[in-house]
């Protein structure tokens, strides 16, 4: 799927808003208004919109999901893993709200639980690179260099790319 322009995403934004005045009582349409916000990077505006969202769909795992990267882009990130540990109840093994949690403890220097949510990850997808990258990175901050550099060797038969990109990262730190 094609990503939209900056153009776009402000058409769209302005559709929704549009819509909104239409239905006011149409909450859901908060929740397209934070998207667009959230891809236009004024997370603090994705945040009011999805407080507005929250009547309606604080139950949602798309909510939640966006919620919790609102969050995570905010530096709020307590308030990331409270989200996060709510749509995991909804989604217990979803790869993508494990590695948001891991990226909320990492955030909060909190790199042992990183590390642990990252391997649950592995667990359940083996193949899953962000989460090898990730690890790498966890393991690189923990002093594990055995760790990272396993990582550096599993990311180069997954993603080289990404193993470029972490072997880059650390050598910048």
């Known amino acids: 799927m094609a990503e939209l322009s900056c153009d776009e995403y402000q058409t769209v ?10 239905e006011p009582e149409k909450h859901s349409y908060w929740y397209d208004i934070a998207f667009c916000k959230g891809r236009l990077g004024h997370w603090d505006d994705a945040l009011a919109a999805l407080n507005k969202a929250s009547e309606s769909q604080s139950e949602e795992p798309a909510f939640l999901n966006l919620l919790s990267h609102t969050h995570i882009k ?4 307590d308030e990331a893993v409270s989200v996060l540990k709510k749509a995991l109840l909804l989604r217990p093994r ?4 494990l590695y948001k ?13 990183a590390k642990s949510t990252i391997l649950k990850i592995i667990e359940l997808t083996p193949n899953f690179s962000k989460a090898h990258f990730g690890l790498g990175l966890v393991c690189y901050y923990l002093e594990d260099i055995r760790g990272y550099e396993q990582q550096i060797t599993v990311l180069n038969k997954l993603s080289p790319e990404l193993a470029q990109k972490l072997a880059a990262l650390v050598r910048y730190q």
């Open 13 to 22: 934004l302005s559709f929704f808003k549009k819509a909104l005045e239409e």
């Open 101 to 113: 949690l891991a990226a909320a403890y990492f955030g909060k220097g909190n790199l042992k639980s």
């Open 74 to 77: 905010l530096k709020q990130y």
């Open 94 to 97: 979803s790869p993508n709200l």
